[in-house]
């Protein structure tokens, strides 16, 4: 039988990449990672500034800027001068962006029923038991994920 770590990131992978199938035909193809985590910091907060999405990634204002103007490219963003403090960018997302964030919450519904439908309640439960037991008592922080996802693709960089 496989270890069970790659079967759940196999199942992690293929839940993603059908979400992503959904928002493409929703008309959101041209979403890349991390959109999504970007487009919920600027919806918690009225001024979200590219230094704070930097720190919030653990990465280099500098990449955030990339990140941002890619998305400000795409339609999901705009950038603007913070009334803070002139030397900052505040990011906000777009009505484009909240269309996204919508869709991507009902393409999550709509596959969850489906796997629930296929599969049965009982089943289901078993998986939130695992997932609990694995995850721990603490929610997930999904910038954490994105920052021990660098980390560890940085260290496999290194180890080559």
Known sequence: ???????????????RRRIDERLAAAGFADQRFPDGLILRLCRRDEE???????????????????????????????????????????????????ARLDAARQARRELDAEVRAELGDEAISALHALIALLSGPEPIDLAELWRESRAEAARLDDAE
Request: aromatic share 4%.
């Open 1 to 15: 039988m496989p270890a069970l770590g790659p079967l759940l990131f196999r199942a992690a992978a293929g839940y």
């Open 48 to 98: 979200v500034t590219i230094s704070q999405i930097g720190r919030e990634l653990s990465m280099t204002r500098q990449g955030a800027s990339k990140l941002v103007a890619g998305m400000s490219e795409r339609g999901y963003v705009t950038v603007e001068r913070s009334s803070l403090d002139a030397r900052e960018k505040v990011v906000r997302p777009t009505p484009r962006a909240r």
